[in-house]
């Protein structure tokens, strides 16, 4: 009617005369609740998965932020630090694989080993680094035989921060751990990075048990689903800020607190 579309028009004017800050308010209030981490209710996880930061990147030497996809898929590779690096990774966690293997109590349910990594070039060279490492064993079975890119697993974007000193990252962390939806300097929110990295897992989780259709015998005489061991390869923020999800955190305000992960560091994650 009219009278109710004039209402209506009234009602938008009146908005318009908000703050920005207090009509955003408004709209999540009144919308539905977003899913910021999906591992916050999830009773298990079926696979393991283990975090795999890049090796020192030519980036990293110059001290520079190297977010941007355009640049970062085709530039700002593996230093020859970061290969030994990567390197070095491969072949203590394939040492450590049939390590495990050789222990029947650890290792018999694990299928092989799954790689997924960031389609930045100083992720992707990381994990082809490290996959070499495990294909020197032919008792380490690959998914796919081959490392499966995954633009979810990409840097954080940081903006107009992009390109310059990584000094800069400090800005951004002051502001996540007090409101982590901001996107000040137009970067990416620590949320929207929580929230694309768990769903994420959650994804893999089913996908990798749809492939896993053997079984074998648990202690108690049952039959398991055989598991993969799950590499995922990205940034220093993206994977200190999916650790908060395997926390069982409700947001990502908290990441810059966890231990800092190192260059090539691989840290087993585990969902609480």
């Given at each position: 009617?009219?009278?109710?579309?004039?209402?209506?028009?009234?009602?938008?004017?009146?908005?318009?005369?908000?703050?920005?800050?207090?009509?955003?308010?408004?709209?999540?209030?009144?919308?539905?609740?977003?899913?910021?981490?999906?591992?916050?209710?999830?009773?298990?996880?079926?696979?393991?998965?283990?975090?795999?930061?890049?090796?020192?990147?030519?980036?990293?030497?110059?001290?520079?932020?190297?977010?941007?996809?355009?640049?970062?898929?085709?530039?700002?590779?593996?230093?020859?630090?970061?290969?030994?690096?990567?390197?070095?990774?491969?072949?203590?966690?394939?040492?450590?694989?049939?390590?495990?293997?050789?222990?029947?109590?650890?290792?018999?349910?694990?299928?092989?080993?799954?790689?997924?990594?960031?389609?930045?070039?100083?992720?992707?060279?990381?994990?082809?680094?490290?996959?070499?490492?495990?294909?020197?064993?032919?008792?380490?079975?690959?998914?796919?035989?081959?490392?499966?890119?995954?633009?979810r697993l990409r840097e954080r974007y940081f903006g107009e921060l992009n390109?310059?000193?990584?000094?800069?990252?400090?800005?951004?962390?002051?502001?996540?751990?007090?409101?982590?939806?901001?996107?000040?300097?137009?970067?990416?929110?620590?949320?929207?990075?929580?929230?694309?990295?768990?769903?994420?897992?959650?994804?893999?989780?089913?996908?990798?048990?749809?492939?896993?259709?053997?079984?074998?015998?648990?202690?108690?005489?049952?039959?398991?689903?055989?598991?993969?061991?799950?590499?995922?390869?990205?940034?220093?923020?993206?994977?200190?800020?999916?650790?908060?999800?395997?926390?069982?955190?409700?947001?990502?305000?908290?990441?810059?607190?966890?231990?800092?992960?190192?260059?090539?560091?691989?840290?087993?994650?585990?969902?609480?």
């Amino acid at each position: 009617s009219v009278q109710l579309a004039n209402k209506h028009q009234r009602l938008s004017s009146l908005l318009l005369l908000l703050p920005t800050a207090a009509r955003a308010a408004l709209s999540t209030t009144s919308s539905s609740p977003t899913i910021i981490n999906h591992l916050l209710h999830r009773p298990h996880l079926t696979h393991s998965y283990y975090a795999l930061r890049h090796g020192q990147s030519l980036a990293n030497v110059a001290k520079i932020i190297s977010s941007d996809p355009q640049i970062s898929t085709v530039q700002h590779g593996l230093s020859e630090v970061g290969q030994e690096q990567a390197t070095l990774a491969g072949t203590s966690f394939a040492k450590q694989y049939l390590n495990d293997a050789a222990s029947s109590s650890k290792n018999d349910n694990y299928k092989g080993v799954a790689i997924f990594s960031s389609d930045f070039t100083r992720a992707r060279e990381t994990a082809t680094l490290f996959t070499q490492q495990l294909h020197n064993h032919q008792e380490i079975p690959i998914y796919t035989n081959d490392i499966v890119l995954e633009t979810r697993l990409r840097e954080r974007y940081f903006g107009e921060l992009n390109g310059g000193p990584d000094d800069q990252y400090q800005k951004v962390w002051d502001v996540d751990c007090t409101n982590p939806n901001h996107d000040e300097f137009g970067v990416e929110a620590a949320n929207c990075v929580l929230e694309r990295t768990t769903r994420l897992v959650t994804e893999l989780d089913e996908l990798l048990s749809s492939s896993s259709t053997t079984t074998s015998s648990s202690s108690n005489g049952g039959e398991e689903e055989q598991k993969w061991k799950v590499i995922l390869v990205a940034h220093g923020d993206v994977l200190q800020i999916m650790q908060t999800g395997f926390l069982r955190h409700e947001d990502a305000a908290r990441h810059r607190s966890l231990e800092h992960l190192e260059t090539a560091t691989i840290r087993e994650l585990t969902l609480l």
